[in-house]
C-alpha cells in the first residue's frame, strides 16, 4: 500500500529582547547559572508579572512578515503542571485568545539540480503566540540540577496546519521560517543556543485517506539537518509498523541525531491537564490598525520576493539569487555595490561576491559586516577591469589583497604592479607592428588565408607588455594592422 | 448552606493534579467543600448575560507594559538562598525526566 505522511511543526524560537517577557530583568544565554533571575522568575511571593512592549513588537512584527492575522484582543493564560522548570507550578502561555491568526510560510522544494529552482509553495499557520520559557534541566544520574537563566525569556510558539508531506518539506518550512525571523530581526535563531527549537507531529495515512492517522510527536530535533533525518526516519518506522501488521499508538518519541534512532519516552502520567485559565494579573492587550502599521513600515522584504525581484531587475541567474538572498547583510552589500556601478553591472558584481567575497570571508571565518572589502572597492574593481586597466588574473589578486587590507583597487594595482600593459593604444599598436615587422614568413601565411598564423606575433607582443596585455586588445589590434598590409 | 457534591467533581483527580495524597476521610470532606464552592459559584449561572461580552477581566484595562530596559536581578547567592540543596549554583532536585 502507498502511504502519504502528514507532518505538522510545533516551533518555538525565542525573541531577542534586552529583558525578559514578564519582567526586567536581563534575558540572554551564557551566563554563569542563576544570575539571571528576580523576585518574578523564581515567583517569590507577591511578585507580579509586567509585560514587555518589545516582545509584543516582535511577535506581532513575525506575524505581519508570515501574513497573519492580529487578534484585536488577545489575552493570557495559565498553563499548570508542576514541573521544576517553571517555579510557578504554570507557564505564562496564550490558550484560546493567541496574538497572531493564520499566515502562512513560503518554501522552496529542492529543485531537479542544485542550480535550478524547485517547486514552491505556501504552508499554512494556525497560530502563533506569546510565552514564556522554562528553566533548563540538567539531568545527572540521580538528580536534577535547575538553572533558571531561561526562565521568563520571551517565547513564540509557532504552529503550523498538518499540511506537510514529507522530511524536506519541513526542513524548508524551518529553513524558511528561521531565515524570515532573522531577516525581521525578530531572533537570531540559533538552535545550538536553544533560540530555535521545533516539535514534530507525524502520521501516515494511505493516500486517498482524508482522516488522520496516529500521530506521534517527534521531540528534541535539535538541528534542521536532525527534524529532516528524524522525520524521515519516523515515516519509514510508521510505514514498517503497519506493514507487519501491527498499530501505531499516540506517544512521544525522542530522537537521537548522532545515533539516527528513535525511543518512545515515557508518555506523562495521565492526559494532559494544564486547567488553563486567564491570568488575572496581566491585562488583555489590544492592538490597533495604527500600531500594525507602525510595525508594518520596519517589516523587511523577504527572501523570497527579494529572490524574485533580483532576478527580475538585474537578470540574475538563479545560481546567484539563491546565494545573495539568504542573508540580508549580503543582499543589502550586493544591493549597494549595484547602486556604484549600475545595474547592467549587476551579474559582475553578483559573481564577485558570491565566488571571491565569500570565498574569503569563509576562509577567514568572518561575518560580512566585518569584511575589509566594501562595496566602493568591488565597485572600483569592476571599473578598472571594464576599462581594461587590469585582467582577470590581475582583478582576482588585487581581490585578495584587497579583503586583506582594506586598499582600494587601484593603489593596490599601481604598488604591485598589476595595470594591464600597455596604459595607451599608441604603446600596443608599435609592439604590433615591431612583432609583424620581425616575422614576413607568418605575414605571407597569414595572407595567404592561415589565420593560425596571427599567433606567430603574440608571442613577441606579449613579452613586450610583460604578459600583461589583454589577448583580445593584442588580436584586434594585430587584425587591424594586418588588414592595411 | 450544605448541598451534595457536584456531580462532575472527581475529587481523586483534582487530588492527584494537586499532587495532594487525601485520606478517604478527607476526600470526603474536601469533596463536601469544593462542592459547595461549585454550586455557589453555580449561581453565576442564573444571570442573564444576554449582550454582556465575555471578558477575562472585571476591569477594561488594556495594553499595560513596560519598556524593554534590562535592570539588575538577583545575585546567585540571594537567589539560591531558599533552595534545599544547591550545587553548581543551581537548585538540586528529585530526578525528573519527562
Known amino acids: 500500500m502507498n502511504y502519504e505522511a502528514v507532518i505538522g511543526l510545533e516551533v518555538h524560537i525565542q525573541i531577542k529582547t534586552h529583558s525578559k517577557v514578564f519582567t526586567r530583568v536581563a534575558a540572554g544565554y551564557g551566563q554563569p547559572a542563576n ?74 522544494l529542492p529543485g531537479p539540480a542544485r542550480n535550478v529552482m524547485g517547486e514552491h509553495k505556501r504552508i499554512p499557520l494556525t497560530r502563533i503566540h506569546l510565552e514564556e520559557d522554562v528553566g533548563k534541566l540538567n539531568h545527572f544520574a540521580t538528580e536534577s540540577l535547575v538553572d533558571y537563566n531561561r526562565a521568563g525569556t520571551p517565547l513564540m510558539e509557532i504552529v503550523s496546519d498538518p499540511a506537510m508531506h514529507s522530511a524536506d518539506e519541513a526542513f524548508a518550512y524551518l529553513t524558511s521560517l528561521r531565515a524570515t525571523m532573522i531577516y525581521g530581526g525578530i531572533s537570531d535563531c540559533d538552535m545550538e543556543k536553544g533560540q530555535l527549537r521545533c516539535d514534530a507531529n507525524i502520521s501516515i495515512r494511505p493516500v486517498g485517506e482524508t482522516k488522520l492517522g496516529t500521530k506521534v510527536e517527534l521531540k528534541n530535533l535539535n538541528s534542521i539537518s536532525f527534524v529532516r533525518d528524524g522525520i524521515a526516519h519516523e ?4 510505514i514498517a509498523v503497519l506493514e507487519r501488521g501491527g498499530t501505531l499508538v499516540q506517544e512521544t518519541r525522542d530522537y537521537d541525531g548522532q545515533t539516527g534512532a528513535s525511543q518512545s519516552l515515557r508518555s506523562k502520567e495521565m492526559a494532559h491537564d494544564y486547567r488553563y485559565f486567564p491570568d488575572p494579573d496581566l491585562m488583555p492587550v489590544k492592538v490597533d490598525e495604527a500600531w500594525q502599521e507602525r510595525l508594518r513600515a520596519e517589516c523587511p522584504e523577504l527572501p ?120 595607451d593604444a599608441g604603446e600596443l599598436e608599435q609592439w604590433c607592428r615591431d612583432a609583424i615587422a620581425a616575422n614576413a614568413k607568418a605575414v605571407a601565411e597569414f595572407k595567404a588565408g592561415k589565420d593560425s598564423a596571427i599567433n606567430a606575433f603574440k608571442g613577441p607582443v606579449m613579452k613586450a607588455a610583460k604578459g600583461k596585455a589583454d589577448p583580445k586588445r593584442v588580436d584586434a589590434a594585430l587584425r587591424q594592422l594586418l588588414a592595411t598590409m | 448552606m450544605t448541598m451534595s457534591s457536584a456531580p462532575d467533581l472527581n475529587i481523586d483527580h483534582v487530588a492527584k493534579l494537586a499532587r495532594l495524597a487525601l485520606t478517604a476521610e478527607e476526600k470526603a470532606r474536601f469533596s463536601q467543600q469544593l462542592g459547595d464552592v461549585l454550586h455557589h459559584i453555580e449561581q453565576l449561572g442564573k444571570v442573564d448575560v444576554t449582550g454582556v461580552e465575555p471578558t477575562a477581566h472585571a476591569f477594561p484595562i488594556t495594553n499595560v507594559w513596560a519598556d524593554d530596559i534590562a535592570r539588575p536581578g538577583l545575585t546567585v547567592e540571594t537567589a539560591l538562598r531558599n533552595a534545599p540543596a544547591q550545587r553548581d549554583n543551581m537548585i538540586v532536585v528529585p530526578k525528573v525526566v519527562e
Open chain 1, 304 to 423: 523570497f520576493p527579494k529572490q524574485r525581484r533580483f532576478a527580475e531587475s538585474y537578470q540574475l541567474p538563479y545560481t546567484l539569487t539563491s546565494v545573495l538572498v539568504w542573508d540580508r547583510t549580503l543582499a543589502d552589500f550586493f544591493e549597494s555595490t549595484v547602486k556604484l556601478v549600475g545595474p547592467a553591472k549587476a551579474q559582475a558584481v553578483g559573481n564577485w561576491i558570491t565566488n571571491d567575497l565569500l570565498r574569503e570571508l569563509g576562509a577567514a571565518h568572518l561575518e560580512i559586516a566585518a569584511s575589509k572589502v566594501s562595496p566602493a572597492h568591488i565597485a572600483a574593481l569592476i571599473g578598472l577591469f571594464d576599462a581594461g586597466s587590469v585582467l582577470t588574473n590581475a582583478a582576482k589578486e588585487i581581490f585578495i589583497e584587497m579583503f586583506a587590507t582594506g586598499d582600494l583597487p587601484g593603489a593596490i594595482a599601481d604598488r604591485r604592479g598589476l595595470r594591464a600593459a600597455p596604459t
Open chain 1, 235 to 238: 515515516i519509514k518506522r510508521q
Open chain 1, 35 to 108: 544570575t539571571l533571575t528576580d523576585p518574578v522568575v523564581l515567583a517569590l511571593p507577591g511578585t507580579l508579572p509586567v509585560m514587555n512592549k518589545a516582545a509584543l513588537d516582535a511577535i506581532i512584527k513575525a506575524g505581519l512578515l508570515l501574513g497573519c492575522e492580529i487578534a484585536p484582543v488577545c489575552k493570557w493564560d495559565r498553563k499548570n503542571y508542576f514541573y521544576p522548570d517553571s517555579p510557578k507550578n504554570y507557564q505564562i502561555s496564550q490558550y484560546d485568545q493567541p496574538i497572531c491568526l493564520g499566515g502562512s510560510v513560503e518554501i522552496e
